[in-house]
């Protein structure tokens, strides 16, 4: 039988009980992917040298599968900046793309925390798995690259919701936005080593104590996001309301976090 609205719990015990399978499957999934896309890089000793399709490729995968397992329940942001951008395009609101946002740290820093514990402290050393821009690179230079790769990734996911409000759900988006962070690392990996995710820089940044930089991995990707949410919004997205479809990479779940 449908609820009606007396059914309906209401106030922050009944916003938790609302999204609390959202906020899990967020954790969860940063979780996965800091542990398995951080370890593409680390060296171990007796191992062929780490090269750039090592982290492209199991970064590009393990979001492919991320939003196969975890997308019909949170959308699998797995990153605060598109979250960010989800918010900018009045997919969520603040309130819980914050909570999105601490799921996400939280998740990434377990995740790190799993990959510590499974790999030998030779092969962590005291940096392994942080992003730092390359040397020569400035910290401005390296920030607008994490904003254009950043930017890049935004545009797609709002395309993707878009093309979702419009069409329906499309089965191939996890294999499409797998790719286009695979193609986004080759592209920026050299340079700043094609972070894209402020979660995903602040776990390996806490577990090793450097935060040289570290602004770079916040203000680039939370800045080109942004710009190209509001951009699309403004320039590429009729004027119509969107459709009740959270932001999501690959399902669609409830929009509004009212109860």
């Given at each position: 039988m449908p609820s009606t609205d007396e059914d309906t719990p209401r106030g922050f015990s009944g916003w938790v009980r609302r999204w609390w399978r959202a906020l899990?499957?967020?954790?969860?999934?940063?979780?996965?992917?800091?542990?398995?896309?951080?370890?593409?890089?680390?060296?171990?000793?007796?191992k062929e040298a780490?090269?750039?399709?090592?982290?492209?490729f199991a970064f590009g995968f393990v979001v492919l599968g991320n939003a196969m397992a975890f997308g019909p329940t949170s959308g699998a942001h797995m990153n605060p900046a598109v979250t960010l951008a989800a918010a900018l395009q009045g997919r969520m609101s603040p309130a819980l793309a914050a909570a999105y946002t601490v799921a996400q740290v939280l998740g990434a820093c377990a995740g790190f925390g799993a990959l510590a514990?499974?790999?030998?402290?030779?092969?962590?050393?005291?940096d392994e798995g942080c992003t730092l821009p390359a040397r020569d690179v400035s910290a401005l230079?390296?920030?607008?690259?994490?904003?254009?790769?950043?930017?890049?990734?935004?545009?797609a996911c709002c395309g993707v919701w878009k093309a979702h409000d419009e069409s329906g759900p499309d089965p191939m988006v996890p294999v499409k936005l797998g790719l286009v962070v695979a193609g986004l690392v080759f592209a920026g990996g050299h340079a700043t080593g094609a972070s894209l995710n402020p979660a995903r820089s602040f776990a390996p940044a806490l577990y090793h104590g450097i935060w040289q930089y570290h602004w770079v991995y916040w203000v680039g990707p939370l800045g080109g996001a942004g710009l190209a949410a509001v951009l699309h919004r403004a320039l590429l997205s009729p004027r119509a309301a969107p459709s009740r479809?959270?932001?999501?990479?690959?399902?669609?779940?409830?929009?509004?976090?009212?109860p």
């Open positions: 899990v499957s967020e954790l969860l999934a940063t979780a996965f992917l800091v542990w398995l896309g951080v370890s593409s890089v680390v060296p171990y000793k007796g780490v090269v750039l399709s090592h982290p492209a514990a499974v790999t030998p402290a030779s092969a962590l050393g005291t230079a390296a920030a607008a690259v994490e904003a254009a790769l950043t930017a890049v990734l935004a545009f479809a959270a932001p999501s990479c690959a399902e669609e779940v409830p929009l509004e976090d009212k």
